[in-house]
């Protein structure tokens, strides 16, 4: 009975994000995140003070969840899918919402090859930058830096993606990504990236 419970549970859960092909705004994916039973089971293993970690049919949930939103749009390794996850477990709500509405872009028909493109590279950027979070909070005020933190790095990463300076900016992705995969903070790949003419904060000023 348990499993069949479960198995409804996912079925519901992978519906609510495998349903909708059209792109979706901020609000619109946030909206839709917020009312799935796995964020608010999620969110209130959180408000009970347990590690959402700890719990195998919760993660399986969450892993099944990320997969479907992310079939056809990009194909992470297993240790990516982990790291995804992992920012997914710091803070929820931000990364649920952008999963959902990147996706949603690179799903939708009327996207251009460039905003397929741009999506894909920034839920790749997302998860390249995940060792830089800590999973674990000690404390109420680390757990809102963490999520800070997370939500910091959804904004680098779609400013990063959607850098549209030819050759300079595809240089720059790159040396980028490198930067992180060698166990770089996000500030010190950008200043790397860029060879230092300008930061993270810089960077996110930019308009």
Do not use: H
């Not at 198995?7 to 519906?15: D, E, K, N, T, W």
């Not at 060698?182 to 960077?203: C, H, Q, R, Y």
């Amino acid at each position: 009975m348990k499993k069949l419970i479960v198995a409804g549970i996912l079925v519901v859960s992978q519906m609510v994000f495998a349903a909708e092909v059209r792109r979706m705004s901020e609000a619109e994916a946030r909206t839709r995140v917020e009312s799935s039973k796995t964020y608010r089971d999620i969110m209130a293993a959180r408000d009970a003070g347990r590690d959402v970690t700890q719990d195998p049919l919760l993660m399986e949930r969450i892993g099944k969840v990320i997969d479907l939103s992310l079939k056809d749009v990009v194909n992470f390794s297993a240790s990516e899918n982990m790291s995804l996850i992992r920012l997914l477990t710091v803070n929820p709500g931000d990364v649920m919402t952008e999963v959902a509405r990147l996706s949603s872009i690179s799903k939708d028909a009327s996207s251009s090859p460039q905003e397929k493109e741009m999506a894909k590279k920034s839920l790749e950027l997302i998860a390249k930058a995940a060792p830089n979070v800590e999973s674990m909070a000690v404390n109420e005020a680390q757990a809102n830096k963490q999520k800070e933190k997370v939500a910091k790095i959804i904004e680098i990463s779609n400013k990063i993606s959607a850098l549209d300076f030819g050759q300079a900016s595809k240089s720059f992705v790159e040396k980028y990504e490198r930067a992180l995969t060698e166990g770089k903070s996000v500030e010190d790949a950008i200043k790397i990236a860029s060879n230092g003419k300008f930061t993270e904060k810089e960077l996110r000023e930019c308009e």
